[in-house]
């Protein structure tokens, strides 16, 4: 049972390039999410997904994307880069929506913009 | 409004001796809390979960927290500390699945 998957662990971004960060799950879980990590904040939620078809922005989405077409895959898309969003990225998913879920993370992507 | 305040960003203990990372928070609703761990290039990992059922609440490796809802407060606790415990931990906030509210972090050092 691989869990919470993402690729690509590390990545370098030059300003204004487009990328993908991908995100599968093999849980059937319906709720998926994107946390961006920066030293002394804590994770901050950028996009989620209640199920396939459905997204919602979170605290921090400027500058992102998302999509859910299937219930595994919640990519997060980089429209045109910029050093701002150097960061950790964290990929959750839980089985429910329940508020007392608890959120499986992927082991993070760590994406340099210069 | 939501906020989650760990009072400590970095703590240093012995190994064997207690551990104490506290955790304040916010929230017009009642809440659930948690704990995750982060060890270093890892993912996140769940310690323990409050959610309204008893105040004291036991996790995994030897970790405990109080609910102590006079003083808005969510220490963790561990009695004597292992040198696999060096890590960043997080207290989180959650009153639905679209608010959720991670702490700043506290990064938890153990001498030898």
């Known amino acids: 049972n691989a869990g919470v998957t993402q690729t690509p662990k590390f990545q370098v971004l030059k300003t204004g390039q487009s990328m993908t960060l991908q995100c599968a799950q093999d849980m059937n879980h319906e709720y998926m999410s994107w946390y961006r990590q920066d030293p002394g904040m804590g994770l901050r939620l950028i996009h989620y997904?209640?199920?396939?078809?459905?997204?919602d922005q979170g605290e921090v989405p400027n500058g992102y994307n998302v999509s859910r077409s299937t219930t595994e895959d919640f990519p997060l898309r980089l429209l045109s880069a910029a050093p701002s969003q150097t960061s950790v990225y964290f990929c959750a998913s839980t089985l429910g929506v329940g508020f007392n879920e608890k959120l499986f993370f992927g082991s993070g992507t760590q994406l340099s913009v210069l | 409004a939501q906020s989650v305040t760990q009072l400590d960003s970095h703590v240093s203990v012995s190994e064997g001796t207690p551990v104490l990372l506290r955790c304040n928070y916010s929230?017009?609703?009642?809440?659930?809390l948690f704990w995750y761990v982060q060890h270093p290039n890892k993912g996140l990992q769940l310690l323990l979960k409050y959610t309204s059922a008893a105040t004291l609440v036991k996790g995994i490796n030897g970790f405990e927290a109080e609910f102590k809802k006079s003083e808005t407060s969510f220490h963790l606790t561990k009695p004597s500390a292992h040198m696999s415990d060096a890590a960043e931990y997080f207290c989180?906030?959650?009153?639905?699945?679209?608010?959720?509210?991670f702490g700043p972090g506290t990064s938890l050092s153990v001498i030898p």
């Open positions: 997904s209640v199920g396939a078809g459905i997204t």
């Open positions: 929230s017009s609703y009642s809440p659930s």
């Open positions: 989180v906030v959650k009153t639905s699945y679209d608010k959720v509210i």
